[in-house]
């Protein structure tokens, strides 16, 4: 029995290719799925978002610029803020809790 071709079992060459294994594993686990899928769905989800800060004339200076007035505002404003940061999270609340709710049921049925 052997590990590489020409090398017996046990020996260097079977500790490494057991070694490249664990890593590619370690890498899988870490990104969450083999590397090229996943730069596959990134490359995907950046042309989505890409798009649509294109769509809506956003830059990406421009959303640093409204994060850093969003946080101004906040520190500004005391307790208008708080009620500020509220109605943002209802906003977000009411796309993303059915998003989410749709992708869990769509999951389950894909499952069952």
């Keep these: 029995m052997t590990g590489f071709p ?9 500790k ?12 899988s686990r ?20 890409g798009a649509a800060m294109v769509f809506f004339n956003l830059t990406p200076r421009d959303l640093l610029e409204g994060f850093r007035q969003f946080f101004e505002n906040i520190w500004a404003g005391g307790l ?3 009620r500020t940061i509220f109605v943002y999270i209802a906003y977000g609340a009411i796309i993303v809790v059915p998003i989410f709710v749709l992708i869990r049921l769509l999951r389950m049925a894909r499952h069952s």
């Design 80 to 82: 208008e803020s708080l």
């Design 30 to 49: 870490f990104l969450g799925g083999s590397p090229g899928n996943v730069i596959l769905r990134l490359l995907v989800m950046s042309l989505i978002v």
């Design 6 to 14: 020409g090398t017996p079992l046990g020996t260097c060459g079977d």
């Design 16 to 27: 490494k290719r057991i070694e490249a294994t664990m890593s590619d594993n370690g890498l």
